[in-house]
């Protein structure tokens, strides 16, 4: 009677060979997937962005409304990189892509209202008072004095149109009370006339632009930059979506 034929490979050559089958595959996937999800990793993890830091106009302050919010399109200019900057700026005299690229977005402006009673959370359940817009934009749109560029300043929000939850366009509605407010139309995300969180599933208020400046001209411009909660890149530090 024949012998069946003995299996010569043992459980640890067996583990040798998932473990050797593994890292193959590792090597395999790893650089495509970064490649894939580089622009993700420079943004949410690392924070970086193509917007270039220039100052870009948003319109005349005297324009902005008291009741309600204003709404400026502005054509924020980007640097459209492909592969690594560092390896473009060696090669200089490469063939490339002369077309500019410029990212539309929605920036609204608001006097500020005072909060004549703070809320124990965010905003909910806050009175706030009405919005107060510098008297003598009344009869003057331009020639700012300094102090006067100071006074509008220190008066107004400048806030960024995507909704701090998932990056959704916030629009300013008035609801059944007759109150105005912005309302996220993806989950319900809402924020008073200052921008501060007033309900829904946002973690804060709307994002606001930190470098903004009023000229002698009477118009408004801003830098791309806004206030990040610090904590840990991607995770609990989370910036504007879409600029």
Request: charged share 25%.
């Amino acid at each position: 009677m024949a012998e069946l034929q003995k299996d010569r490979m043992t459980r640890s050559d067996f583990l040798a060979l998932g473990v050797t089958g593994g890292i193959i595959g590792a090597v395999l996937t790893i650089p495509p997937a970064a490649f894939l999800l580089g622009p993700v990793i420079d943004v949410g993890i690392l924070g970086q962005s193509d917007v270039r830091e220039d100052w870009q106009e948003v319109g005349p302050v005297a324009d902005v409304a008291v009741e309600e919010p204003s709404v400026f399109i502005v054509e924020f200019p980007i640097d459209q990189i492909y592969g690594e900057e560092r390896v473009q700026n060696a090669e200089p005299d490469f063939p490339r892509s002369q077309n500019q690229f410029t990212l539309r977005h929605a920036v609204w402006l608001s006097w500020k209202a005072p909060v004549e009673q703070p809320a124990r959370y965010g905003n909910q359940g806050a009175k706030i008072g009405e919005p107060q817009k510098p008297a003598f934009l009344e009869n003057k749109s331009e020639g700012f004095t300094p102090e006067e560029i100071r006074e509008v300043e220190e008066s107004i929000n400048v806030l960024n149109n995507s909704c701090a939850h998932l990056g959704c366009p916030v629009r300013w509605i008035t609801n059944v009370d007759g109150q105005g407010e912005f309302l996220c139309p993806c989950h319900g995300g809402i924020y008073d006339i200052n921008g501060d969180w007033y309900g829904g599933p946002p973690p804060r208020g709307m994002y606001r632009y930190t470098q903004y400046e009023v000229r002698e001209n009477g118009r408004l411009y801003v830098k791309h930059g806004f206030d990040i909660d610090e904590g840990i890149p991607g995770i609990n530090e989370t910036e504007p979506y879409v600029i």
